[in-house]
Structures are given as C-alpha cells and as structure tokens.
C-alpha cells in the first residue's frame, strides 16, 4: 500500500469520525448522516477484521440506514455476514426494491440456506417468491421445485416460483422433471410447458416438445396462411382477455396503459404504428425487425451466472441489466467476463403457437385498437 493510499484511507477515516459524532444515539430519532455514510463507502474494499474499532463504527452507520437499500449496499460491500438477518427482512418488506434482489444474491454467497427457510416458511408472499427467482442463480431451485409441486400453496406463488426456475438451464431442467412427474396441475402445466417452449436452450426445447401432446406445435399446424389469418373477423375484448393469458406472458414484458411490466416495447398506443399485418409479423417474427434499444445481451458473470436482459445504462464502473418483469440489476464491470449482444429478439419465438385462429385474429383486433384517445 503507497504512502499516497494510505493518505487518502487516513483521510476518509478521519472524516467517517467527525460523521459518527453526529449522529444520535441509539433510542433516539434516526437520521441518516450523509457525511458517515459517504466516508464509509470510500472505505468499500477495506477488511474490518483486523480493525474491531473500524468494524464498529461502520456497524453503526449500517444502523443508521437499517432498512434501507443503502443498509444492502454496506453489508453487502463489507461483508458483514453477521447482519444477514437484517438483509432477509429487507427482502421480505421491500421485495421489489432493485436493493431486495442484491440482497439475495449476496445471501446466495454466505448464507444460502436462509433464503431456502424463507421459501419454505408459511405465509409465503408471491412478491418474496418472484425476488429469489428472478436472480435465477441454482441455490434457489430446490425451493422453487418444491413450491411449485407443494399442494399447500396458492396458484399464483406457484407460478411465480414456476418462473423462477425457467430463468435458468438447470431450473428449467428441474421444471421439465417435474412435469414429468405429474406434480403440476393442468392450469400450470400448460403455462410450465409454453414457456419451456421459449426458453433459449435447445436441449430443455426437445424435452418440452416431448411433453406436449401437440409434440410443441401447439395450434401452429392450423393457422392458415397470413392472407387468410388476416381476413378473420375479431373482436377487441376477447383479444384483450387472449393478451392477459399466463401462458403468453405478455404482462411480464409490456406496458398497455397503467398494466404490465416496463421491459419491451410499450404497446399503448402500438395500433397507431404497425397495421394488422406488421403486428402478425412482429409476434411471428420477433427477432426479424428489433427495436432500436430492445436488442438483447448475454452477459456472462465471474462467479458463473449468466444474465440474458437489456443493457438499460452504463457507466465507467457498472451496467444496469434489466431483465424479464421490468426489473434492474446493476454489475460491477470487473465482475463480468462477457457480454454478447444477441441476434435472436428477447421476445421468444412461437408465442402464437398455442393460439387458435381465432385467438390470433382476436389479438390481432385488439393490438391494433391500441391507439391514442381521441381530443
């Protein structure tokens, strides 16, 4: 360590000391002290354990900012593992919070096992379940697999768990098991096997084919051609309850209005862009004509994981990922090894594959009446 380095520690320590006088004592009404804060971030990367005193202090500036996502940041960054507990409470209170996602990932690392307990506790919350699964990372699989096949659980935390476990190879693996199995009911099960069909692994594809009784073709052998498709007669409403199916996922990708998820293109005014034949192209074809800022990345992770999502910022030390559901991630820029910008849309091909040709013309009715109020 240079003399010049050391300087700047000095320096920040110094300045995290004047920060810690001023904050109240324990019992008292809780403010957060910008300046205490800001010089323990400046000592991110440092070892507490040789420093009882150090470690101390910036304990109680964690107290500070309990329940907040700066609280993930601090743990997280030094590696206070003793204060998991704080981290598993953030998570069940604030599950959607982008700081909630952080905090499973980093309990991933040093306490998996309390994730696990969570999943299996009673009064499960759908919004804790979606939390864990969206990270995909593989200590989370046993717990899903077993919400999804549990008979004691609601239908909607067993499909959020459900997709969890498609947002890895080895958890969709599991899913494909337990289909096999028997253990999901048939209202899952459609759901589990459609998006089986989408996901971007070739091998976990064939066994969902096998799964199928259609073989994977789904209502796709019986679509006429486009021509004839587009001569079907709508109707608007049916075509909005087609858009809100599970199975099509289409709330997890899109805004129309005040629902769904920010994550594709906003399709609440798309009926005044494309056409009834540019919408049948775009679902049929998604990856033929990618919006400009829509292009997909895979990135891959120092510690094994891969992320498939939007690059939605960038700066000189992190980028954001958003990921299905709307939801950001940031990395830290020498955690990633890889990044690969996909040709293939982040919208899966063959979502109509389980439509009828009715369904498709109602979808198609009601994409196209999607346009701004009239003045």
């Known amino acids: 360590m240079g003399p010049r380095f050391q300087r700047a520690i000095h320096q920040a320590i110094r300045i995290m000391m004047l920060g810690l006088m001023l904050i109240p004592e324990i019992g008292s009404a809780r403010e957060v002290n910008p300046v205490a804060l800001e010089a323990v971030r400046r000592l991110k990367g440092q070892d507490l354990s040789g420093n009882p005193a150090l470690r101390t202090a910036v ?3 964690v107290d500070q900012v309990r329940g907040e996502p700066a609280m993930v940041e601090l743990i997280r960054d030094f590696d206070l593992r003793e204060r998991t507990g704080d981290l598993l409470e953030f998570i069940q209170t604030k599950p959607g919070d982008e700081a909630a996602t952080e905090a499973v990932r980093y309990l991933a690392k040093v306490d998996p096992e309390s994730v696990l ?9 759908v919004a804790v379940v979606e939390c864990v699964g969206r990270t995909g ?34 958890g969709a693996g599991r899913l494909v098991e337990l ?27 064939d066994s969902a084919r096998r799964l199928s009784p259609t073989g994977g073709e789904g209502a796709r052998a019986g679509l006429p ?3 004839r498709l587009l001569e079907v007669q709508g109707d608007v409403a049916r075509g909005h309850r087609v858009y809100r199916r599970p199975d099509l996922a289409c709330l997890t990708c899109h805004v129309v209005g005040r629902e769904g998820s920010d994550f594709g293109p906003n399709l609440t005014e798309i009926g005044a862009k494309l056409g009834r034949d540019a919408l049948y192209d775009a679902i049929v074809e998604p990856s033929a004509g990618i919006s ?26 992190e980028i954001t ?3 299905q559901g709307g939801h950001s991630t940031r990395y830290r820029k020498v955690d990633v090894l890889r990044r690969e910008k996909q040709v293939q849309s982040i919208m899966p091909e063959g ?10 013309a109602d979808l198609l009715f009601y994409l196209g009446s999607l346009k701004p109020a009239s003045p």
């Open 321 to 323: 990922v958003k990921t």
């Open 225 to 227: 051609p486009k021509a």
């Open 351 to 360: 979502l109509h594959e389980s439509l009828s040709v009715q369904d498709f």
């Open 292 to 317: 400009f800022g829509f292009e997909a990345w895979l990135v891959d992770l120092a510690d094994g994981e891969q992320v498939l999502g939007l690059i939605a910022s960038e700066t000189e030390s």
């Open 117 to 125: 307990r969570l999943l299996g506790g009673a009064s499960l919350e």
């Open 137 to 170: 990372l593989p200590e989370w699989n046993p717990g899903l697999e077993a919400l999804v096949g549990g008979k004691d659980q609601s239908e909607s935390v067993r499909r959020v768990a459900m997709r969890g476990l498609l947002m890895s190879e080895a």
């Open 59 to 61: 304990g109680r500036v």
């Open 179 to 205: 289909m096999k199995g028997s253990r999901v009911t048939d209202g899952l099960r459609r759901e589990g096997i459609a998006g089986l069909l989408k996901v971007r692994w070739p091998g976990v594809v």
